[in-house]
């Protein structure tokens, strides 16, 4: 008589060990998308299909000219702290105050290795008027914060890393991979 298990015995035990452990893996994963974000907020294929759209909407501003024929202003320096890069921001007015992912306000560029500058990521800015935190992409926006110059009002922003990696995550206000040198 052989001491070992028989074959189909330890397949049916894999197969019920397997199943036991992945029921409960299972259902963890439904309720955490990939990006770290709670499911119920709009689910993760409909982040991931608004980030496509961010995406596909400014793969054209590529070329910093694009940006600034479109209405994008640029500004005249970039923005570097101790916790990262966010880089020269180009403004369109007339997106401010949207959460439609193919219209952020704000586009983020680093200066690249050929003289130039490079698309790293947009911005989102929407003006506080009392109303509650706005969220994207099941992301809260930070905020309220104090205008950045003069003309800027209170508002909330949500930085989205749509080019360029963050190793803080994608939302973050800061890059650390990234510089303005």
């Known amino acids: 008589m052989s001491k070992t ?23 963890a994963l439904t ?29 054209k501003f590529h070329d910093a000219e694009s940006a600034d024929a479109a209405g994008f202003q ?3 320096h970039c923005v570097e702290s101790p916790a990262g890069t966010m880089g020269f921001h180009y403004v369109k007015p007339a997106n401010i105050g949207s959460t439609d992912p193919r219209s952020p ?3 983020l560029y680093v200066p690249s290795s050929n003289g130039g ?6 911005e ?7 109303q509650s ?17 003069p003309d800027m ?12 990696h963050n190793p803080t995550g994608m939302f973050a206000e800061w890059n650390p991979a990234l510089s303005c040198s």
């Open 74 to 76: 640029a500004t005249n």
């Open 133 to 149: 935190r706005p969220s994207m992409f099941g992301t809260a926006f930070a905020g309220p914060m104090e205008g950045h110059g």
């Open 117 to 122: 500058v490079r698309l790293a990521g947009v």
């Open 5 to 27: 298990t028989p074959r189909p015995v330890a397949r049916r035990l894999h197969r019920r060990l397997g199943a036991a452990l992945c029921v409960p893996l299972g259902a």
């Open 105 to 107: 306000a704000g586009l």
């Open 124 to 130: 989102y800015i929407v003006p506080d008027t009392g």
């Open 31 to 59: 309720l955490v998308s990939p990006l770290g974000s709670p499911a119920g907020a709009g689910g993760p294929s409909e982040r991931n299909s608004d980030l496509a759209a961010a995406r596909q909407a400014t793969a």
């Open 153 to 164: 009002p209170v508002h909330y922003d949500l930085h989205v890393w749509t080019w360029a």
